[in-house]
């Protein structure tokens, strides 16, 4: 299993380019998340989604979009770049009910100038 | 709501003597909780997590955790650091069975010689 696959890993961007971060699964897991992480403030949640077709927005979700087609890839889209989206983003499943964990992919470092 | 404090933003300690590193949590029910270890630039990998099976959680790498209801707290030990241990340590909570994980914002650990 290759696990959860993010791409690309690193993107520089002008302010107000779009961009598509792509996130992919191999297990089967109804539960897919997009965080951000910056510095001294752990990860923050996104969107998440409990099953293809079905997304909410976390903690976030402004200036980002998500949709799920398919239980395998949650793709994450950045509609209008911004300094503020310099970061770097995480995409995590997890299967869900219980005490289950998440996994994460490897990272996209994502730099908008 | 469910939230998670971690109190040292930086730990340090030399190596071969016990590592402490502190989470409280927040939830309103039963909750899931585990921690998560970051390497410089690398994804985030799972130590060790609590199922309510037993208040103490082993994990990888010589890592221990206690859960500990009435303090609402879930301490990360190791009786013995080791270079290869300095990392960021994330505490994290979920009370949603994996649709919510809320992310404390993180430990550095140092490891001196």
């Known amino acids: 299993n290759a696990g959860v696959t993010q791409t690309p890993k690193f993107q520089v961007l002008k302010t107000g380019q779009s961009m598509t971060l792509q996130c992919a699964q191999d297990?089967?897991?109804?539960?897919m998340s997009w965080y951000r992480q910056d510095p001294g403030m752990g990860l923050r949640l996104i969107h998440y989604?409990?099953?293809?077709?079905?997304?909410d927005q976390g903690e976030v979700p402004n200036g980002y979009n998500v949709s799920r087609s398919t239980t395998e890839d949650f793709p994450l889209r950045l509609l209008s770049a911004a300094p503020s989206q310099t970061s770097v983003y995480f995409c995590?499943?997890?299967?869900?009910?219980?005490?289950?964990?998440?996994?994460f992919g490897p990272g996209t470092r994502l730099t908008v100038l | 709501a469910q939230s998670v404090t971690q109190l040292d933003s930086h730990v340090s300690v030399s190596e071969g003597t016990p590592v402490l590193l502190r989470c409280n949590y927040s939830?309103?029910?039963?909750?899931?909780l585990f921690w998560y270890v970051q390497h410089p630039n690398k994804g985030l990998q799972l130590l060790l997590k609590y199922t309510s099976a037993a208040t103490l959680v082993k994990g990888i790498n010589g890592f221990e955790a206690e859960f500990k209801k009435s303090e609402t707290s879930f301490h990360l030990t190791k009786p013995s650091a080791h270079m290869s241990d300095a990392a960021e340590y994330f505490c994290?909570?979920?009370?949603?069975?994996?649709?919510?994980?809320?992310f404390g914002p993180g430990t550095r650990l140092s490891v001196l010689p």
């Open positions: 989604s409990v099953g293809a077709g079905i997304t």
């Open positions: 995590a499943s997890c299967s869900g009910g219980g005490y289950n964990e998440q996994f």
């Open positions: 994290v909570v979920s009370e949603d069975y994996g649709q919510n994980f809320v």
């Open positions: 297990m089967n897991h109804e539960y």
């Open positions: 939830s309103s029910y039963s909750p899931s």
